[in-house]
Protein backbone atom coordinates (compact mmCIF):
# COMPACT_ATOMS: atom_id res chain seq x y z
CA UNK A 1 0.00 0.00 0.00
CA UNK A 2 1.56 3.25 -1.12
CA UNK A 3 0.78 4.89 2.73
CA UNK A 4 1.78 8.55 1.13
CA UNK A 5 -1.89 8.66 -0.71
CA UNK A 6 -3.22 8.32 2.60
CA UNK A 7 -1.93 11.21 4.88
CA UNK A 8 -4.85 12.99 4.88
CA UNK A 9 -6.65 10.66 6.76
CA UNK A 10 -4.06 10.30 9.63
CA UNK A 11 -5.07 10.87 13.17
CA UNK A 12 -3.63 10.56 16.24
CA UNK A 13 -6.79 11.58 17.91
CA UNK A 14 -7.80 8.04 18.97
CA UNK A 15 -8.51 6.38 22.37
CA UNK A 16 -5.48 5.03 24.27
CA UNK A 17 -4.78 1.53 23.09
CA UNK A 18 -1.23 1.14 24.77
CA UNK A 19 -2.54 -2.12 27.23
CA UNK A 20 -3.58 -4.13 23.44
CA UNK A 21 -0.78 -6.49 21.68
CA UNK A 22 -0.74 -5.63 17.80
CA UNK A 23 -1.70 -8.20 15.45
CA UNK A 24 1.84 -9.24 14.90
CA UNK A 25 2.36 -9.39 18.60
CA UNK A 26 -0.07 -11.67 19.47
CA UNK A 27 0.57 -14.01 16.92
CA UNK A 28 4.22 -14.44 17.63
CA UNK A 29 3.30 -15.06 20.99
CA UNK A 30 0.62 -17.88 20.15
CA UNK A 31 3.36 -19.49 17.45
CA UNK A 32 5.79 -19.16 20.36
CA UNK A 33 4.04 -21.88 22.18
CA UNK A 34 2.53 -23.75 19.65
CA UNK A 35 4.70 -26.81 18.95
CA UNK A 36 5.36 -28.86 15.78
CA UNK A 37 3.41 -32.00 16.12
CA UNK A 38 4.96 -35.83 16.86
CA UNK A 39 5.32 -37.91 13.38
CA UNK A 40 3.24 -40.68 12.77
CA UNK A 41 2.32 -43.21 9.78
CA UNK A 42 -0.08 -42.32 7.42
CA UNK A 43 -1.87 -44.18 4.70
CA UNK A 44 -1.52 -42.54 1.18
CA UNK A 45 -4.88 -41.82 0.48
CA UNK A 46 -5.01 -39.81 3.74
CA UNK A 47 -1.93 -38.03 3.63
CA UNK A 48 -3.16 -34.94 1.55
CA UNK A 49 -2.26 -31.39 2.86
CA UNK A 50 -0.20 -33.46 5.63
CA UNK A 51 3.47 -32.55 5.75
CA UNK A 52 6.37 -35.70 5.47
CA UNK A 53 8.08 -36.19 8.33
CA UNK A 54 10.90 -37.81 6.75
CA UNK A 55 13.12 -37.77 3.60
CA UNK A 56 11.83 -39.96 1.05
CA UNK A 57 14.19 -41.69 -1.17
CA UNK A 58 13.51 -43.91 -4.28
CA UNK A 59 13.98 -47.77 -3.27
CA UNK A 60 13.16 -48.00 -7.81
CA UNK A 61 14.15 -46.38 -11.04
CA UNK A 62 11.27 -45.09 -13.00
CA UNK A 63 10.71 -46.22 -15.44
CA UNK A 64 12.65 -49.77 -14.27
CA UNK A 65 13.65 -50.17 -18.18
CA UNK A 66 14.50 -48.03 -20.89
CA UNK A 67 10.82 -47.52 -22.89
CA UNK A 68 8.92 -46.17 -25.64
CA UNK A 69 7.56 -42.73 -25.32
CA UNK A 70 5.36 -43.14 -28.64
CA UNK A 71 2.67 -45.86 -30.35
CA UNK A 72 5.44 -46.71 -33.34
CA UNK A 73 8.19 -48.60 -34.18
CA UNK A 74 11.63 -49.70 -32.16
CA UNK A 75 14.10 -49.80 -34.73
CA UNK A 76 17.49 -49.07 -35.51
CA UNK A 77 18.67 -45.01 -35.90
CA UNK A 78 20.82 -46.05 -39.00
CA UNK A 79 18.31 -48.36 -40.74
CA UNK A 80 16.24 -45.50 -41.04
CA UNK A 81 18.48 -42.58 -42.07
CA UNK A 82 17.82 -42.59 -46.00
CA UNK A 83 14.05 -42.40 -45.29
CA UNK A 84 12.00 -39.90 -47.00
CA UNK A 85 7.85 -38.87 -47.95
CA UNK A 86 9.16 -39.30 -51.64
CA UNK A 87 11.59 -42.62 -50.75
CA UNK A 88 10.45 -44.89 -47.75
CA UNK A 89 12.32 -47.53 -45.98
CA UNK A 90 10.90 -50.53 -45.51
CA UNK A 91 11.55 -52.28 -42.43
CA UNK A 92 10.67 -55.99 -41.84
CA UNK A 93 8.43 -56.27 -38.52
CA UNK A 94 9.61 -59.19 -36.51
CA UNK A 95 6.50 -58.98 -33.52
CA UNK A 96 4.91 -56.36 -30.95
CA UNK A 97 5.57 -55.37 -27.63
CA UNK A 98 3.04 -53.96 -25.11
CA UNK A 99 3.09 -51.88 -22.28
CA UNK A 100 3.92 -54.80 -19.33
CA UNK A 101 5.50 -57.10 -21.84
CA UNK A 102 8.99 -57.97 -21.66
CA UNK A 103 10.21 -58.31 -25.37
CA UNK A 104 11.10 -61.60 -26.46
CA UNK A 105 12.72 -60.32 -29.81
CA UNK A 106 15.88 -58.30 -30.67
CA UNK A 107 15.76 -55.66 -33.50
CA UNK A 108 18.25 -56.80 -36.35
CA UNK A 109 19.51 -55.05 -39.32
CA UNK A 110 16.80 -53.27 -41.68
CA UNK A 111 14.21 -54.97 -39.35
CA UNK A 112 11.68 -52.97 -36.72
CA UNK A 113 9.18 -54.13 -33.80
CA UNK A 114 5.71 -52.44 -33.33
CA UNK A 115 5.59 -50.67 -29.33
CA UNK A 116 3.02 -49.53 -27.90
CA UNK A 117 4.03 -46.35 -25.16
CA UNK A 118 5.36 -47.60 -21.97
CA UNK A 119 6.72 -50.97 -23.59
CA UNK A 120 9.97 -51.49 -23.03
CA UNK A 121 12.59 -50.78 -25.46
CA UNK A 122 13.53 -54.66 -27.45
CA UNK A 123 17.43 -55.71 -27.50
CA UNK A 124 19.47 -53.72 -30.52
CA UNK A 125 16.90 -51.25 -31.18
CA UNK A 126 17.65 -47.72 -29.88
CA UNK A 127 14.73 -45.28 -31.10
CA UNK A 128 11.09 -45.14 -32.17
CA UNK A 129 9.76 -44.15 -35.28
CA UNK A 130 6.03 -42.60 -34.22
CA UNK A 131 3.25 -44.92 -36.65
CA UNK A 132 2.67 -41.37 -37.85
CA UNK A 133 5.79 -41.12 -39.91
CA UNK A 134 5.04 -44.54 -41.12
CA UNK A 135 2.42 -46.02 -43.48
CA UNK A 136 0.75 -47.98 -40.55
CA UNK A 137 -2.63 -46.46 -41.53
CA UNK A 138 -3.03 -46.98 -45.06
CA UNK A 139 -1.82 -51.16 -44.56
CA UNK A 140 -4.70 -51.11 -41.63
CA UNK A 141 -6.80 -49.44 -43.67
CA UNK A 142 -6.25 -51.54 -46.72
CA UNK A 143 -5.90 -55.00 -44.94
CA UNK A 144 -2.20 -55.83 -46.18
CA UNK A 145 -1.02 -56.61 -42.64
CA UNK A 146 1.86 -55.42 -40.89
CA UNK A 147 4.56 -57.84 -41.08
CA UNK A 148 6.63 -55.14 -43.33
CA UNK A 149 6.57 -51.52 -42.85
CA UNK A 150 7.49 -47.96 -44.77
CA UNK A 151 9.38 -45.19 -42.79
CA UNK A 152 9.13 -41.95 -44.25
CA UNK A 153 11.36 -39.68 -41.90
CA UNK A 154 14.71 -40.46 -40.29
CA UNK A 155 14.88 -41.17 -36.80
CA UNK A 156 17.86 -39.52 -34.75
CA UNK A 157 19.43 -41.61 -32.25
CA UNK A 158 17.41 -42.18 -28.85
CA UNK A 159 14.44 -40.72 -30.55
CA UNK A 160 11.19 -40.99 -27.91
CA UNK A 161 13.28 -43.24 -25.66
CA UNK A 162 12.64 -43.25 -21.86
CA UNK A 163 15.53 -43.94 -20.28
CA UNK A 164 16.07 -45.78 -17.39
CA UNK A 165 15.46 -43.69 -13.73
CA UNK A 166 14.67 -40.88 -15.74
CA UNK A 167 11.67 -39.58 -13.63
CA UNK A 168 13.93 -40.97 -10.30
CA UNK A 169 16.59 -43.52 -9.46
CA UNK A 170 17.58 -45.75 -6.98
CA UNK A 171 18.87 -43.95 -3.74
CA UNK A 172 17.65 -40.74 -4.89
CA UNK A 173 16.03 -38.31 -2.88
CA UNK A 174 12.61 -38.44 -4.07
CA UNK A 175 10.67 -35.91 -1.58
CA UNK A 176 12.26 -33.95 1.21
CA UNK A 177 11.04 -33.72 4.64
CA UNK A 178 8.75 -31.17 5.23
CA UNK A 179 7.08 -31.40 1.69
CA UNK A 180 3.20 -30.30 1.76
CA UNK A 181 1.57 -33.49 0.14
CA UNK A 182 -0.68 -33.01 -2.66
CA UNK A 183 -2.01 -34.93 -5.75
CA UNK A 184 1.76 -34.79 -8.08
CA UNK A 185 3.82 -35.70 -4.14
CA UNK A 186 1.25 -38.92 -3.31
CA UNK A 187 0.77 -40.09 -6.97
CA UNK A 188 5.03 -40.07 -6.78
CA UNK A 189 4.85 -41.90 -3.32
CA UNK A 190 2.50 -44.25 -4.98
CA UNK A 191 4.76 -44.41 -7.95
CA UNK A 192 7.29 -45.67 -5.36
CA UNK A 193 5.37 -48.71 -3.79
CA UNK A 194 4.58 -46.85 -0.41
CA UNK A 195 0.97 -47.41 0.81
CA UNK A 196 2.09 -45.57 4.39
CA UNK A 197 4.07 -42.67 4.96
CA UNK A 198 6.07 -40.65 7.76
CA UNK A 199 3.82 -37.32 8.32
CA UNK A 200 3.51 -34.86 11.13
CA UNK A 201 0.20 -36.26 12.58
CA UNK A 202 -3.60 -33.70 12.21
CA UNK A 203 -4.08 -32.14 15.53
CA UNK A 204 -7.50 -33.09 17.82
CA UNK A 205 -8.74 -29.34 18.36
CA UNK A 206 -11.69 -29.40 20.55
CA UNK A 207 -13.70 -26.67 20.49
CA UNK A 208 -16.17 -25.54 22.90
CA UNK A 209 -18.82 -22.49 22.81
CA UNK A 210 -20.21 -20.85 26.16
CA UNK A 211 -22.84 -18.74 26.94
CA UNK A 212 -26.68 -19.15 28.98
CA UNK A 213 -27.99 -18.17 25.59
CA UNK A 214 -26.78 -20.33 23.17
CA UNK A 215 -28.50 -23.85 22.14
CA UNK A 216 -27.26 -26.80 19.74
CA UNK A 217 -28.89 -26.61 16.33
CA UNK A 218 -31.61 -29.07 16.10
CA UNK A 219 -32.80 -27.82 20.06
CA UNK A 220 -36.23 -25.66 19.88
CA UNK A 221 -35.22 -22.17 20.64
CA UNK A 222 -35.90 -20.47 23.47
CA UNK A 223 -37.22 -17.01 23.90
CA UNK A 224 -34.22 -14.72 23.54
CA UNK A 225 -31.68 -17.40 22.69
CA UNK A 226 -29.70 -17.72 19.62
CA UNK A 227 -28.15 -21.06 17.55
CA UNK A 228 -24.52 -21.91 18.00
CA UNK A 229 -23.08 -20.78 14.99
CA UNK A 230 -19.65 -20.45 16.15
CA UNK A 231 -18.68 -24.09 16.39
CA UNK A 232 -19.93 -25.03 13.09
CA UNK A 233 -18.15 -22.38 11.28
CA UNK A 234 -15.12 -23.28 13.67
CA UNK A 235 -15.37 -27.03 13.08
CA UNK A 236 -15.64 -26.37 9.46
CA UNK A 237 -12.23 -24.27 9.38
CA UNK A 238 -10.66 -26.51 11.19
CA UNK A 239 -11.38 -29.30 8.91
CA UNK A 240 -10.49 -27.68 5.74
CA UNK A 241 -6.84 -26.59 6.78
CA UNK A 242 -6.35 -29.98 7.97
CA UNK A 243 -7.30 -30.48 11.71
CA UNK A 244 -9.73 -32.49 13.55
CA UNK A 245 -12.76 -30.63 15.20
CA UNK A 246 -13.76 -32.36 18.85
CA UNK A 247 -16.87 -30.24 19.23
CA UNK A 248 -17.20 -30.44 23.26
CA UNK A 249 -20.33 -28.71 23.15
CA UNK A 250 -21.89 -25.73 25.02
CA UNK A 251 -20.98 -24.73 27.96
CA UNK A 252 -23.56 -22.42 30.04
CA UNK A 253 -22.06 -19.16 32.24
CA UNK A 254 -21.03 -21.50 35.30
CA UNK A 255 -17.73 -21.86 36.22
CA UNK A 256 -18.58 -25.53 37.30
CA UNK A 257 -19.83 -25.92 34.08
CA UNK A 258 -17.09 -24.87 31.84
CA UNK A 259 -14.51 -25.94 34.26
CA UNK A 260 -15.64 -29.53 33.07
CA UNK A 261 -16.21 -28.93 29.72
CA UNK A 262 -12.89 -27.76 29.96
CA UNK A 263 -11.28 -30.50 31.98
CA UNK A 264 -13.00 -32.72 28.60
CA UNK A 265 -11.11 -31.27 26.30
CA UNK A 266 -7.52 -31.90 27.91
CA UNK A 267 -6.39 -34.82 25.45
CA UNK A 268 -6.96 -32.90 22.32
CA UNK A 269 -4.19 -30.89 21.07
CA UNK A 270 -5.80 -27.43 20.96
CA UNK A 271 -8.52 -25.63 22.76
CA UNK A 272 -10.79 -23.39 21.13
CA UNK A 273 -13.68 -21.94 22.72
CA UNK A 274 -15.93 -18.93 21.35
CA UNK A 275 -17.10 -16.04 24.21
CA UNK A 276 -16.75 -15.72 27.89
CA UNK A 277 -13.18 -13.87 27.22
CA UNK A 278 -14.03 -10.33 27.43
CA UNK A 279 -14.53 -7.83 30.64
CA UNK A 280 -18.24 -8.67 31.48
CA UNK A 281 -19.12 -9.93 34.84
CA UNK A 282 -20.53 -13.88 32.99
CA UNK A 283 -17.18 -13.66 31.37
CA UNK A 284 -15.85 -16.91 32.92
CA UNK A 285 -13.62 -18.70 30.55
CA UNK A 286 -11.08 -16.74 31.87
CA UNK A 287 -11.22 -17.28 35.50
CA UNK A 288 -11.07 -21.32 34.43
CA UNK A 289 -8.31 -20.89 32.45
CA UNK A 290 -6.21 -19.24 34.98
CA UNK A 291 -6.70 -21.82 37.34
CA UNK A 292 -6.15 -24.76 34.75
CA UNK A 293 -2.82 -22.90 33.43
CA UNK A 294 -1.74 -19.49 32.35
CA UNK A 295 -3.48 -16.76 30.23
CA UNK A 296 -1.21 -15.29 27.85
CA UNK A 297 -2.71 -12.39 26.77
CA UNK A 298 -6.56 -11.40 26.23
CA UNK A 299 -6.57 -8.47 24.31
CA UNK A 300 -5.41 -7.50 20.66
CA UNK A 301 -5.80 -4.13 18.64
CA UNK A 302 -7.87 -5.30 16.08
CA UNK A 303 -11.65 -4.92 15.00
CA UNK A 304 -13.94 -6.85 14.83
CA UNK A 305 -12.27 -9.41 17.52
CA UNK A 306 -10.67 -7.13 20.26
CA UNK A 307 -11.50 -9.78 23.18
CA UNK A 308 -8.68 -13.07 22.23
CA UNK A 309 -7.15 -14.86 25.02
CA UNK A 310 -4.55 -16.72 25.07
CA UNK A 311 -3.11 -19.07 26.94
CA UNK A 312 -1.61 -22.93 28.01
CA UNK A 313 -3.50 -25.37 29.85
CA UNK A 314 -1.70 -28.07 31.73
CA UNK A 315 -2.76 -31.91 31.62
CA UNK A 316 0.04 -33.65 33.69
CA UNK A 317 3.61 -32.89 31.34
CA UNK A 318 1.36 -31.84 28.37
CA UNK A 319 0.78 -28.52 27.56
CA UNK A 320 -2.06 -27.34 25.25
CA UNK A 321 -2.64 -24.19 23.64
CA UNK A 322 -6.11 -22.22 24.17
CA UNK A 323 -7.04 -19.60 22.23
CA UNK A 324 -10.48 -18.26 23.21
CA UNK A 325 -12.05 -16.18 20.22
CA UNK A 326 -14.94 -13.50 20.84
CA UNK A 327 -18.88 -14.41 21.37
CA UNK A 328 -19.91 -12.56 17.64
CA UNK A 329 -19.73 -14.81 14.95
CA UNK A 330 -17.84 -12.39 12.59
CA UNK A 331 -15.36 -11.74 15.21
CA UNK A 332 -14.29 -15.13 16.27
CA UNK A 333 -14.17 -16.09 12.27
CA UNK A 334 -11.72 -13.08 11.74
CA UNK A 335 -10.09 -14.09 15.04
CA UNK A 336 -9.89 -18.00 13.64
CA UNK A 337 -8.11 -17.00 10.87
CA UNK A 338 -5.90 -14.78 11.98
CA UNK A 339 -4.40 -16.64 15.10
CA UNK A 340 -5.83 -19.96 14.82
CA UNK A 341 -5.01 -20.94 11.35
CA UNK A 342 -1.32 -20.23 11.66
CA UNK A 343 -1.43 -22.31 15.16
CA UNK A 344 -2.75 -25.15 13.03
CA UNK A 345 -0.36 -24.98 10.34
CA UNK A 346 2.31 -24.79 12.70
CA UNK A 347 1.20 -27.87 14.66
CA UNK A 348 1.27 -29.78 11.41
CA UNK A 349 4.73 -28.88 10.92
CA UNK A 350 3.78 -26.08 7.82
CA UNK A 351 5.12 -22.14 7.42
CA UNK A 352 2.82 -20.52 9.59
CA UNK A 353 2.40 -18.24 6.59
CA UNK A 354 -0.67 -15.38 6.45
CA UNK A 355 -3.26 -15.35 3.63
CA UNK A 356 -2.18 -14.02 0.45
CA UNK A 357 -3.44 -10.26 -0.10
CA UNK A 358 -3.95 -8.44 -3.50
CA UNK A 359 -4.41 -4.77 -3.77
CA UNK A 360 -7.72 -3.20 -4.62
CA UNK A 361 -9.45 0.34 -5.03
CA UNK A 362 -11.81 0.75 -2.45
CA UNK A 363 -15.77 1.72 -3.32
CA UNK A 364 -16.64 2.86 0.29
CA UNK A 365 -14.82 4.49 3.00
CA UNK A 366 -13.12 2.32 6.04
CA UNK A 367 -13.90 4.15 9.38
CA UNK A 368 -11.40 3.65 11.81
CA UNK A 369 -12.47 5.27 14.95
CA UNK A 370 -10.43 3.78 17.67
CA UNK A 371 -7.04 3.07 16.63
CA UNK A 372 -7.30 -0.60 15.97
CA UNK A 373 -6.25 -2.80 13.10
CA UNK A 374 -9.46 -3.22 10.80
CA UNK A 375 -10.29 -6.42 9.11
CA UNK A 376 -13.53 -5.23 6.90
CA UNK A 377 -15.36 -7.33 5.06
CA UNK A 378 -15.76 -7.33 1.15
CA UNK A 379 -16.64 -8.21 -2.07
CA UNK A 380 -13.50 -7.98 -4.76
CA UNK A 381 -14.41 -7.89 -8.33
CA UNK A 382 -12.79 -6.65 -11.58
CA UNK A 383 -13.72 -3.54 -13.58
CA UNK A 384 -11.69 -2.43 -16.28
CA UNK A 385 -8.58 -4.07 -15.52
CA UNK A 386 -8.43 -3.04 -12.20
CA UNK A 387 -9.75 -5.12 -8.82
CA UNK A 388 -12.50 -3.31 -6.66
CA UNK A 389 -13.44 -3.78 -2.82
CA UNK A 390 -16.84 -3.35 -2.08
CA UNK A 391 -17.93 -3.21 1.28
CA UNK A 392 -20.66 -6.49 2.34
CA UNK A 393 -22.95 -3.96 3.99
CA UNK A 394 -22.99 -2.92 7.74
CA UNK A 395 -20.00 -4.21 9.48
CA UNK A 396 -21.89 -4.98 12.74
CA UNK A 397 -19.66 -7.88 14.20
CA UNK A 398 -22.69 -9.93 14.59
CA UNK A 399 -23.66 -9.93 11.03
CA UNK A 400 -22.74 -13.00 9.65
CA UNK A 401 -24.55 -12.63 6.86
CA UNK A 402 -21.86 -10.08 6.22
CA UNK A 403 -19.38 -12.80 5.98
CA UNK A 404 -21.19 -14.74 3.68
CA UNK A 405 -20.64 -12.36 1.06
CA UNK A 406 -16.86 -11.78 1.83
CA UNK A 407 -14.21 -12.97 -0.42
CA UNK A 408 -11.46 -10.87 1.16
CA UNK A 409 -10.43 -8.96 4.00
CA UNK A 410 -9.58 -5.19 3.69
CA UNK A 411 -7.41 -4.07 6.02
CA UNK A 412 -7.40 -0.32 7.05
CA UNK A 413 -3.95 0.24 9.24
CA UNK A 414 -4.10 0.71 13.29
CA UNK A 415 -2.67 4.57 12.07
CA UNK A 416 -5.15 5.37 9.83
CA UNK A 417 -8.55 6.95 11.10
CA UNK A 418 -9.65 6.37 7.71
CA UNK A 419 -9.38 4.40 3.99
CA UNK A 420 -11.53 6.30 1.92
CA UNK A 421 -13.30 5.54 -1.19
CA UNK A 422 -10.92 5.53 -4.25
CA UNK A 423 -8.03 4.35 -1.90
CA UNK A 424 -5.66 1.44 -2.89
CA UNK A 425 -6.11 -1.32 0.46
CA UNK A 426 -4.30 -4.17 0.93
CA UNK A 427 -7.27 -7.18 1.15
CA UNK A 428 -6.84 -10.63 2.40
CA UNK A 429 -7.72 -13.45 0.18
CA UNK A 430 -10.30 -15.64 2.52
CA UNK A 431 -8.83 -19.39 1.73
CA UNK A 432 -12.05 -21.31 1.92
CA UNK A 433 -12.83 -19.16 -1.61
CA UNK A 434 -11.93 -20.09 -5.49
CA UNK A 435 -10.54 -16.78 -6.21
CA UNK A 436 -10.45 -17.01 -9.97
CA UNK A 437 -14.09 -16.40 -10.66
CA UNK A 438 -13.38 -12.60 -9.84
CA UNK A 439 -10.40 -12.00 -12.26
CA UNK A 440 -10.86 -13.04 -15.54
CA UNK A 441 -6.84 -12.81 -15.86
CA UNK A 442 -5.87 -14.16 -12.36
CA UNK A 443 -2.13 -13.95 -13.57
CA UNK A 444 -2.34 -10.15 -14.39
CA UNK A 445 -2.69 -9.64 -10.69
CA UNK A 446 0.12 -10.07 -8.29
CA UNK A 447 -0.76 -11.81 -5.49
CA UNK A 448 1.81 -11.86 -2.82
CA UNK A 449 2.02 -12.99 0.32
CA UNK A 450 2.05 -10.79 3.38
Not at 15 to 22: C, D, K, R, V
Not at 82 to 110: I, K, R, Y
Not at 218 to 242: C, F, M, Q
Not at 418 to 444: C, F, N, R, S
Request: with cysteine; aromatic share 4%; proline share 6%.
Amino acid sequence: MNHKNHTKHHSHSHPPTANMLTVEDALARILNLVYVLEETSEELLNSDNLVLAQDIFSSLNIPSLANSAMDGYAVRAIDTKTATADSPVTLNVLGQVQAGDLPSLSVSSEAAIRIMTGAPIPEGADSIIPYELTDERNRLENNTGLDRIQIHSPATLGDHVRPPGEDTSIGELALESGYELNPAGIGLLAALGLQHVPVIRRPTVAILATGNEVQSPGEVLKPGHLYDSNTYGIATAVKRWGGIPKIIGVASDDLGDIRQKILSSLSSDLLITSAGVSGGAYDLVKDVLSELGTVDFWSVKMRPAKPIAFGILKNGDRNIPHIGLPGNPVSALVALIEFARPAIMKMMGKNARALPTIEAILDDDIENTDGRRVYARVQLYKQNDKVHAHLTGSQGSNLLTSMTLANGLAICPENYSKLAKGDQVVVQLLDWLDHYDILTKPHDISIALR
